[in-house]
């Protein structure tokens, strides 16, 4: 009887979540509101060659990003009301000199940072100026549970080095009281899945938090790694990528994806146009238009992609209303504020 009533009761979530979703007027989420979550990638150049990533294969030219483009970034997104700075995406971000500069800019600018690193270039004098330097989380890219493991994934990598380094950015963040969050994590593959139980016990009493995600294709890029429990989506849905964050490459374009190696998925130049331009330019709304409909045929990498990331188009639903709330009170304010200013000024 119970059952029932939660079934009925599931049954009328389900229609009512259906009708919204069929009376939503698509333009809204194909013009879409700023996102909360800009990347950078302070570079696309990496220490490691590890099997279930595509850089070692990347054809790309590799640098840095210079710091007029991180300037230029983070100040147009700032303006635009993004709250948080990712500072990496194809790339091992300590290999860059201007790190410290970067997670200045993006602090000053009031901003939350992050960053996520295999960890493996971390040293006493960086500990420290990392743990005082306002970045909100740390996050070492391990994978593996034992030497062997670590270092059959993460080649070029030492398992020692590893956690001698865990254990120094630990203890420096306790000793200076830095709220720097530090998480451990794993992406869940056929290599390592025997061993996540391993993987929290040795890693758990070093960090704040441990972190497991599922690999997928890579844009159908990668498939002999993947974990026999990766379950492919059965219906194509629209990527959450398109909608939840800016991707801005080192070079100042600006790609669709974070697992974009070899920029395919490029919609814009910072160095051309302004980023709340590009957020909604013609080539970004019709990827979101196809991924709407369903078809992603053509479009480079989204075609034959079982990323995780594919989202419920009631999530990127709810996303959308969220933001518009925010941006709408944001507006009020403004309206209020503003006129009180354009008095003052004249
Ligand atoms: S569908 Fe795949 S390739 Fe396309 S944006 Fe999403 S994660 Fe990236």
Known sequence: MKEGRREREETRIAERLSFRWRALDESLLIEAVPPKLLMLEL???CNLKCVMCRNPAMVRRKGMMAPEIIEKTVSQAAEMGIEDVALFTTGESLLHKGLLDAIRTVRNAGLSCYLTSNGLLLNPPLAEALCLSGLASFKFSIDGATREEYEAIRVNGSFEKLIENVRLLRTVRDRTGSKMRIICA??????????LADF???FEPMCDEILFSFLGNLGGRIEEEKSSFFQKKAAIR????????IVVNYDGTVTACCIDFDAELVYGDIRKDPLVRIWNNAVIREWRRRHLAGNLQGIPLCDGCDHPALADPEELLRLQEASRKGREETERKEITGGAAGITEGK
């Open 186 to 195: 794993a992406v869940v593959m056929r290599r390592n899945e025997a061993h």
């Open 238 to 245: 629209p990527c959450r990528l398109l909608w939840d964050r």
């Open 43 to 45: 570079t696309n150049a």
């Open 200 to 202: 929290r016990d040795l």
